[in-house]
């Protein structure tokens, strides 16, 4: 069994950035495994902000491409979420997903809410 643990802020302000950790109860970089960030705004259904595959190789979301960065640590078995230009439509729960070849693993997602 991972656990995924999800550190954030909590509350930013509009255009400000935020800066999510995710961290794991084991190593992110077996072989053919995934790491991304999900995120679900009040009443709307899940999406993915962004990812990095067990090389190191980034995804990110068309429609939020330009505003994000995701990267990892290894050594600490940490992945990390940079939203910046933030918006109130960027509010929302964000969960760490780890998506290894038999298995997947949600962590229980960090409160994201945006005000001034």
């Known amino acids: 069994q991972v656990q995924l643990q999800e550190q954030g802020p909590g509350r930013v302000r509009p255009s400000q950035t935020v800066s999510l950790t995710c961290t794991a109860s084991t190593s992110i970089t077996f072989p053919g495994s995934y790491l991304f960030w999900i995120r679900q705004a009040p009443g709307k259904g899940l999406e993915c902000v962004g990812g990095i595959d067990s090389s190191g190789s980034t995804y990110d979301s068309p429609s939020l491409k330009s505003r994000t960065s995701v990267s990892r640590d290894t050594s600490k078995n940490q992945f990390f979420l940079e939203l910046n230009s933030v918006a109130h439509e960027d509010a929302g729960v964000y969960y760490c997903?780890?998506?290894?070849?038999?298995?997947?693993?949600w962590g229980q997602g960090t409160q994201v809410t945006v005000a001034a």
């Open positions: 997903l780890y998506i290894m070849t038999f298995q997947s693993f």
